[in-house]
C-alpha cells in the first residue's frame, strides 16, 4: 500500500518549461498532440507545430488556436521560437531540424520532454512491457476516473470512455503507455509502474534479448522507493530485473508463487472472463471483463495491483475493468460480411498473435481467418518462424505485403518468404498482392459463421473496411 511516504507536493510545469512559444516536429502524432493539449490547458503557452498529413489530432489542435503546417520546411522554424520539440523519428536530414540547429535553437526530443513533464505530477503510472501496453494503460485509465481520481491519460488508442488517447486531468495521477523502442521509457520519471512481459523486439535497435532485458532493469530502477513495480512473474528469469530494487515490487501471473492470481476463470460464449483475484491467498475482487482472452485476465490482474496499491476501493476496480471495453484495433469488432464477423486487432508479434488466435477461438465459430500484414522487415526477419508457428493456429492464412513503417527495403525478406515457411510446416498460406485480390479470394471463399481477422500495426484494417463496403 503507498502509506506516509506518497510525495506531498507538485512542481508547477511553468517552472519545468519556462518558454512562450514551442514549435512540434510531428505534431499529429498521438503522444505529441497530446503533449500539446496538456500544456493548452496550463496556458500562457504560444504553441505551432507541422506533420506530414492531416488529421483528426491535428484538426482538433488547430480548433484550439495552435497554428499547424502540413509539410515540414525550414521557412517554419523562426529563430524567435524557445523551445523545438521532435519525436524519435524525426532524423537529422529533417528540414526543419537542420534549421533550428542553424538558428542554435533549444531542442529537446519528445521522450525527454515528457519525463520532465512527469515531475508535475505526483503519481506518474507507467505501464510498459513489449505487448499490452495500449490494453492495459486503458485499464488503468477506467479504474483511476471510476475512483473519481480526474487522472490525466496519455496511451496509445483511443479509449471510448473518453473518446480520446489522452485527457488532461488533475496533477495527482497521470497514467503513460510507456514505450522501450530506443530506450525511449529510460528517459521517464515514473513513481510506479507495470511490466507486463518481455520478449524479442524492436531488433532494428536492440541487440538482442539481452539487451532487452538490461533496459527494462534500467527502467525498473527509475521507479521510486515508496512506490512499487508490479510485474508479471511469467517474464523468464523476472529476477533479473527486479533483483536489490529499493521499490515495493508486486508480482502476479500464472505462477504459483505470485503474490496477486486469478482463479475460478470462467468464460462466456463471446470468451469474455470472470475471475476472483486473490491477494496472498486472500480474495481481493470478483472481476467481470468486457474484452476477450486469457491475456486480458492478466492484463487486468496487474490493474488490480497497481489500483490496490494505491488504495483504490473495491466497487472503483471492479467496475472500472468492467466498463472497459476495448480500444480501437485491440480486437475490435468492426462488422458482418457474408454472416461472418469481421474483427480487427494491431497483433504484430508471435506472441500477440497467439493471444488473439486463442481468444478467437474461444468463441463459437466455425473456421478462423487471419489476413496478416507483417510489420517492418527487421522484425519479420528476425521472427520469421515464430511468425509461422503462431500463424499455424489460424484456419485460413492469407499473407499480406510487409508494412515498411519506418524502414526501407534491402530486398533481404519478403512476405513470401513467411508463406513458404507457413507451408514447409504443412499449412497452406496465401499471399496476397494487393488488398484488392484479397477481398476478392474472401468474398468467394469466406462462410457463415467463420470470423476474420485482419491482423498487424500497419493498414491491414483497410482490407476489412473495403469487405463492409
Known amino acids: 500500500m503507498l502509506g506516509d511516504k506518497a510525495i506531498m507536493h507538485t512542481i508547477n510545469i511553468k517552472n519545468i518549461f519556462p518558454y512562450k512559444k514551442l514549435y512540434f516536429i510531428g505534431i499529429g502524432g498521438v503522444s505529441m498532440s497530446g503533449l500539446c493539449e496538456i500544456l493548452l490547458a496550463e496556458g500562457g503557452y504560444h504553441i505551432l507545430g507541422s506533420d506530414n498529413n492531416y488529421s483528426n489530432l491535428i484538426e482538433n489542435l488547430i480548433k484550439k488556436g495552435v497554428t499547424v503546417y502540413i509539410g515540414q520546411n525550414r521557412d517554419n522554424i523562426t529563430e524567435d521560437i524557445d523551445l523545438v520539440v521532435y519525436t524519435a523519428a524525426i532524423k537529422e536530414d529533417n528540414e526543419e531540424f537542420i534549421r533550428a540547429k542553424e538558428l542554435n535553437l533549444k531542442m529537446v526530443e519528445r521522450s525527454q520532454f515528457l519525463g520532465e513533464l ?10 510498459a512491457g513489449t505487448h499490452g501496453k495500449t490494453t492495459t494503460s486503458s485499464m488503468v485509465s477506467e479504474v483511476f476516473l471510476q475512483a473519481k481520481k480526474d487522472p490525466t491519460i496519455s496511451i496509445g488508442g483511443i479509449l471510448s470512455s473518453i473518446n480520446s488517447n489522452f485527457k ?30 518481455i520478449d524479442e523486439d524492436h531488433l532494428d535497435y536492440f541487440k538482442d534479448i539481452n539487451q532487452i532485458y538490461e533496459s527494462f532493469r534500467k527502467f525498473a530502477k527509475l521507479v521510486k522507493e515508496d512506490a512499487c513495480l508490479v510485474i508479471n512473474s511469467h517474464i523468464k528469469d523476472y529476477e533479473k530485473i527486479v533483483k536489490d530494487l529499493k521499490c515495493n515490487v508486486i508480482t502476479y501471473g500464472e505462477n504459483e508463487h505470485s503474490m496477486w492470481q486469478a482463479k475460478n476463470i470462467i468464460f462466456d460464449e463471446l470468451g469474455c472472463a470472470t475471475y476472483d483475484a486473490y491477494y496472498n491467498n486472500k ?36 467496475k472500472g475493468l468492467n466498463n472497459f471495453k476495448g480500444t480501437n484495433r485491440r480486437f475490435q469488432y ?5 454472416g461472418a464477423k469481421i474483427i480487427d486487432d494491431y497483433a504484430h508479434h508471435p506472441t500477440e498473435i497467439l493471444a488473439t488466435i486463442k481468444a478467437a477461438k474461444a468463441q463459437k465459430i466455425n473456421n478462423l481467418w487471419c489476413i496478416f500484414q507483417p510489420h517492418t522487415y527487421t522484425r519479420t526477419k528476425a521472427l520469421l518462424d515464430d511468425f509461422a508457428k503462431a500463424l499455424l493456429e489460424s484456419d485460413n492464412i492469407l499473407i499480406c505485403d510487409i508494412y515498411s513503417a519506418r524502414e526501407k527495403d534491402t530486398g533481404e525478406i519478403h512476405a513470401k518468404d513467411l508463406v513458404n515457411k ?36 500497419g493498414n491491414v484494417y483497410l482490407l476489412g473496411e473495403m469487405l463492409l463496403s
Open 283 to 318: 480474495f481481493m475482487y470478483n472481476i467481470k471483463l468486457s474484452v476477450v482472452g486469457l491475456h486480458n485476465v492478466y492484463n487486468s490482474l496487474s490493474v488490480c495491483a497497481l489500483a490496490h496499491f494505491y488504495d483504490l476501493d473495491k466497487e472503483s476496480i471492479e
Open 334 to 338: 468492426k462488422g458482418t460480411f457474408n
Open 168 to 197: 488532461v486531468g488533475k496533477k495527482d495521477y497521470i497514467v503513460l503507455e510507456t514505450c522501450e523502442y530506443c530506450d525511449t521509457f529510460l528517459k521517464f520519471n515514473p513513481h510506479s509502474a507495470i511490466i507486463l512481459n
Open 118 to 127: 512527469m515531475k508535475a505530477y505526483k503519481y506518474p503510472l507507467c505501464i
Open 422 to 457: 507457413i507451408e514447409k510446416l504443412g499449412k497452406n498460406a496465401i499471399y496476397i498482392e494487393n488488398f484488392e485480390y484479397g477481398k476478392n479470394y474472401i468474398q468467394k471463399n469466406c462462410q457463415p459463421n467463420d470470423m476474420l481477422i485482419t491482423m498487424g500495426a
